[in-house]
């Protein structure tokens, strides 16, 4: 083989290498966490991940570190294409089966809670790359035991409390209805978001307490901490340690939407959660506010720049001999004309 084809040659291969590299190392794509009633991770984040205040979020860092916080919008499972009950074992629904998230499945009783009631109740999920899909919420069946480990056969797989289908993603949240049955004390509300554009699928557990004051707690005993979701501060603060990839889809973007096939909101967001967004998102030129339409109506897969990476290396492999060739002919002519 000439030396100058052989170059060419090596030189494509040598991409394949690098191509899946990027594969192996393409970080989760990020769309969110339940912000309410707030979700496990999305409480201990909000704590801080360094010093925690309550005592379940500093269990949950000893048993899985705190860069799992920092990634709190990322418990997920890549090809869960619905099949999210043959995927995780009882006892890591919390965590999907994520060994960085394990500290979420620890069975304890004073998680801090969010105060809730029977009756009609307004969902809002914490959206940082808006794509199609369908939410589904679970609640845990009476008689559920908060210091055992949360199993399938907790929750009311039958009546979930929530179901909504491309919701409209505005304030930083997707906001959906629902209704919470009669319940008393503890319980997990179990949240799960199947996107439509992937079988991509995210997961989030929020703790409850139904009754009275200080969480629900059963009489004589300690009120649970009341849980509070992560100011839009904070979320930006940490950022810059999160390992989750957002693959242009910004926090932005997750602001407002266009899309006009999307169902609309049946609330607005809470006071509490615009508080925590800038005044301008949504607005026309606010930043992301012209990209969301695309995205929404897209729903880009998150993978794909990791697939485009694969699909320059494999052209490169397919056009290196040709080139070659064009540059061998080229070569030959030149000497035929002299």
């Given amino acids: ?90 006892g890591k629904l919390c965590s999907a089966d994520n060994e960085e998230f394990r500290g979420l499945d620890l069975a304890r009783a004073d998680w801090p809670a969010t105060a809730v009631r029977s009756g009609s109740y307004t969902f809002e999920y914490r959206v940082t790359a808006p794509h199609r899909g369908t939410f589904t919420v679970y609640i845990t069946k009476p008689g559920y035991d908060p210091a ?66 200080g969480g629900g707690a059963p009489s004589g005993s300690s009120p649970a901490p009341t849980a509070s979701a992560p100011t839009e501060r904070q979320i930006e603060d940490g950022a810059g340690r999160s390992t989750i990839e957002h693959h242009g889809h910004g926090d932005a973007d997750a602001r407002t939407t266009t899309d ?12 509490a959660a615009r508080a925590a967004v800038p005044a301008d998102a949504g607005r026309p030129g606010a930043a992301g506010g012209a990209r969301t339409r695309n995205l929404a109506e897209t729903g880009g897969d998150g993978g794909t720049p990791y697939i485009a990476v694969g699909g320059a290396a494999a052209l490169a492999l397919g056009s290196a001999v040709p080139f070659a060739s064009v540059r061998r002919r080229a070569a030959h002519g030149g000497r035929r004309g002299r």
Wanted: aromatic share 6%; hydrophobic share 40%.
């Fill in 260 to 271: 006009p096939t999307a169902h609309p909101a049946t609330h607005p967001t809470s006071a």
């Fill in 1 to 90: 083989m000439p030396a100058r084809r052989k170059a060419a040659v090596l030189a494509a291969l040598g991409l394949a290498p690098l191509a899946l590299t990027a594969l192996a190392a393409a970080p989760a794509s990020a769309p969110g966490s339940m912000g309410d009633p707030v979700s496990r991770i999305s409480q201990c984040y909000a704590e801080g991940p360094e010093s925690p205040r309550s005592a379940a979020c500093r269990a949950a860092v000893a048993a899985g570190g705190t860069q799992a916080l920092y990634d709190w919008n990322g418990v997920r499972i890549g090809d869960a294409n619905g099949r999210h009950q043959a995927l995780i074992p009882d």
């Fill in 148 to 213: 055992k480990p949360a199993a399938w056969a907790d929750l009311d797989l039958g009546h979930p409390v929530a179901t909504v289908t491309d919701p409209v993603a505005s304030g930083g949240f997707y906001t959906f209805s629902g209704t919470l049955p009669e319940r008393t004390g503890r319980h997990l509300l179990y949240a799960v978001w199947q996107r439509s554009d992937s079988p991509e699928e995210f997961h989030s557990c929020s703790d409850v307490a139904f009754g009275g004051s």
